[in-house]
């Protein structure tokens, strides 16, 4: 096997990648491997997508928690419609697309956290009130 080494253009990077990535012909070798996690050039871009991807976790479970149905696309060429509908409706281009998805993960998470704390309240208050019922009908 004849191996090939492929330099890229930053620009062009997302594009060519995914690319190769979709013909599921390249292999990808780590020429970082010596270097520390944390010193590598997208690090911060990996730790966005994990507080992102826990974010996601969050709100799943919270669906999950008040019932609400998650329907999954039924293979990967609907996923790729789905992402292209969401590119075209948010006028981003796929590679500024994560920015855009990200910041609508963090206010939902917000939202849903808020609520799901005013609803803690309010059961609550319905508690209070219920044991005050009781010892007004004990009274």
């Given at each position: 096997?004849?191996?090939?080494?492929?330099?890229?253009p930053?620009?062009?990077?997302?594009?060519?990648?995914?690319?190769l990535?979709?013909?599921?012909?390249?292999?990808?070798?780590?020429?970082?491997?010596?270097?520390?996690?944390?010193?590598?050039?997208?690090?911060?871009?990996?730790?966005?997508?994990?507080?992102?991807?826990?974010r996601?976790?969050?709100?799943?479970?919270?669906?999950?928690?008040?019932?609400?149905?998650?329907?999954?696309?039924?293979?990967l060429?609907?996923?790729?419609?789905?992402?292209?509908?969401?590119?075209?409706e948010?006028?981003?281009?796929?590679?500024?697309?994560f920015?855009?998805?990200e910041?609508?993960?963090?206010?939902?998470?917000?939202?849903?956290?808020?609520q799901?704390?005013?609803?803690?309240?309010?059961?609550?208050?319905?508690?209070?009130?219920?044991?005050?019922?009781?010892?007004?009908?004990f009274?």
């Open positions: 096997m004849e191996l090939y080494r492929l330099t890229i930053k620009d062009d990077a997302w594009r060519v990648i995914e690319s990535g979709n013909l599921d012909i390249a292999h990808f070798i780590d020429l970082n491997k010596n270097e520390q996690p944390f010193a590598l050039p997208y690090a911060m871009r990996v730790k966005l997508c994990d507080e992102t991807e826990r996601i976790s969050y709100l799943i479970q919270k669906c999950k928690d008040n019932k609400i149905k998650i329907n999954k696309p039924p293979n060429d609907a996923f790729a419609k789905n992402i292209a509908t969401i590119e075209s948010k006028k981003k281009a796929m590679h500024l697309l920015d855009a998805i910041q609508d993960v963090q206010n939902d998470e917000q939202f849903v956290a808020k799901s704390k005013t609803i803690e309240e309010m059961q609550s208050d319905i508690n209070k009130l219920e044991d005050y019922q009781e010892v007004i009908q009274v």
